[in-house]
Nanobody
């Protein structure tokens, strides 16, 4: 079974930066896309950013221009560089790997933006 391990979350002041990483425990075949989602207290989980097998990227309007998604050449790790963080970015961030047959999820990492 594939496990996704996230790291890089924490507490940061408004305007600061964090870089999230997500690494798969073993090779995943037939990947369609890798992405990041987030869930704030009392809200539904929402898409933050996704990168497809073909290299196309898509971002939520709320993070466009501030966040950048990338991955390693082996498709084992996906990153989320978050700049100019705002208090409204506070949430648990989840890594997702989508294949043709299954969706894999990480356990989540907390990001708190506060002064």
């Amino acid at each position: 079974q594939v496990q996704l391990v996230e790291s890089g979350g924490g507490l940061v002041q408004p305007g600061g930066s964090l870089r999230l990483s997500c690494t798969a425990s073993r090779s995943v075949g037939s990947i369609v896309a890798m992405g990041w989602y987030r869930q704030a207290p009392g809200k539904q989980r929402e898409l933050v950013a996704v990168i497809t097998r073909g290299g196309a990227t898509n971002y939520a309007d709320t993070v466009m221009g501030r966040f950048t998604i990338s991955r390693d050449n082996g498709w084992s790790t996906v990153y989320l560089q978050m700049n100019s963080l705002k208090p409204e970015d506070t949430a648990v961030y989840y890594c997702n790997v989508r294949t043709y047959a299954y969706d894999y999820w990480g356990q989540g990492t907390q990001v708190t933006v506060s002064s």
